[in-house]
């Protein structure tokens, strides 16, 4: 059982790590090499900045992914923990480090928590940031039962989805679903770094969409894609090959006389089609699924009965928050003068939201699955 916990490295993933294992009552100690970070992510009710006074149940490195086997050397040299993790975005390299070189490498397991914001830094944090998100674990060929226990019970400490992988498993994983369209993002957004004031007047949810995650920190991203560079580079060469592709259809488009625009449109929507495929792909996933393990079971349901008259969905709705995003609502009849609202919550919610709806006057219950109205797509914490 975990309780007391070090904290190395108190940017937006520790200091959220560190914020949710304390409001579970697990001592938590906190370091960084910036010490005014520490000591903000303690003023948040992170934890204790200062070092722990005996070895502690399990030590977290949130540190960037080029620096995670240096520190792991480094703690189980002093003896630090009993047991070890990691939340860096990539994991095939430290393993390699680890396995070679540490003390006991059996005391440790990667992890990579699936979440994150545009913004970094300890006051970036959240203590319900990783409820309900994904949290790969990949232990090595060493990894002892216990370390993959503590890794497992601090996950369900900050209420997140354990999914276990083999390291090479993850990093391809997140190279298509993370790390590409992190620089894909960055690419677009620097190409409104010429843009006009006039030109930014047109700028809708669209751009603001593709371009939120280019805010990340240059730094941190830098170090995230060189350790990740080989899968990296096979998403980004095939993402280039499209690319190609339809630079050619659209030059094709653009010349009103020339022969290849019937070709050129048909390029044109089958890329389009595809990534209308892709989107659904995803959304069919759901928000745990991760490479080289079995996707979990897709998040419960619950149903509302709403009384048809106005205001009444937007009073649901605003008694949601921002639990269920409003365009994850399926709502169809319920009788000759209902409407019922059916959507996916975090299973560990669910309880909670069902007897806040029942002290708001709502009718209100678990779905079932199978029944007609069917969501595709779930917005979590």
């Known amino acids: 059982m975990i309780r007391t916990m070090a904290v190395v490295g ?15 009552g697990v001592t938590v100690f906190l370091s960084d090499r910036d010490p005014v970070a520490a000591r903000t992510a303690a003023a948040l009710g992170a934890g204790l900045a200062k070092p722990p006074p005996a070895p502690v149940d399990l030590a977290v490195l949130a540190v960037p992914p080029s620096q995670v086997a240096g520190a792991l050397l480094e703690l189980q040299e002093r003896r630090s923990a009993r047991y070890y993790t990691d939340v860096a975005s990539v994991k095939a390299e430290a393993e390699q480090v680890v396995l070679r070189r540490a003390p006991e490498p059996f005391r440790f397991v990667g992890g990579h928590p699936m979440a994150g914001r545009e913004w970094s830094g300890p006051m970036a944090a959240r203590g319900d940031l990783l409820r309900g998100r994904t949290w790969a674990l990949t232990p090595s060929p060493v990894t002892s039962e216990g370390a993959l226990e503590r890794a497992l019970e601090l996950v369900s400490l900050c209420g997140a989805v354990p999914v276990v992988t083999r390291s090479a498993a993850h990093d391809g994983a997140v190279a298509l679903t993370s790390h590409v369209p992190h620089l894909l993002a960055s690419l677009m957004a620097a190409r409104l770094r010429e843009s006009t004031a006039g030109m930014r007047r047109f700028a809708g949810p669209g751009v603001r969409d593709v371009t939120r995650i280019a805010r990340g920190d240059s730094r941190l991203w830098g170090d995230i894609l060189r350790s990740n560079a080989g899968s990296v580079v096979g998403v980004a ?145």
């Open 10 to 24: 108190t940017g937006l993933i520790g200091t959220s790590v560190a914020l949710a294992a304390s409001a579970r």
């Open 237 to 381: 060469r095939e993402v280039q090959a499209d690319l190609a592709r339809l630079v050619t259809a659209l030059e094709a488009l653009a010349d009103p006389e020339g022969p290849g625009r019937d070709e050129g449109m048909r390029v044109l929507v089958d890329v389009l089609d595809r990534g209308i495929t892709g989107v659904e792909r995803l959304a069919e996933s759901g928000p745990g699924a991760a490479a080289g393990s079995a996707p979990r079971g897709e998040p419960p349901e619950v149903w509302v009965a709403v009384r048809e008259r106005p205001g009444e969905l937007a009073r649901l709705l605003a008694l949601l928050g921002d639990r269920v995003a409003a365009e994850t609502v399926s709502v169809g009849a319920d009788g000759p003068t209902g409407l019922r609202a059916r959507f996916a919550v975090p299973p560990e919610c669910v309880d909670a939201l069902l007897d806040r709806l029942a002290a708001g006057g709502w009718s209100a219950g678990r779905a079932e699955r199978g029944e007609a109205a069917r969501l595709t797509a779930w917005s979590g914490g």
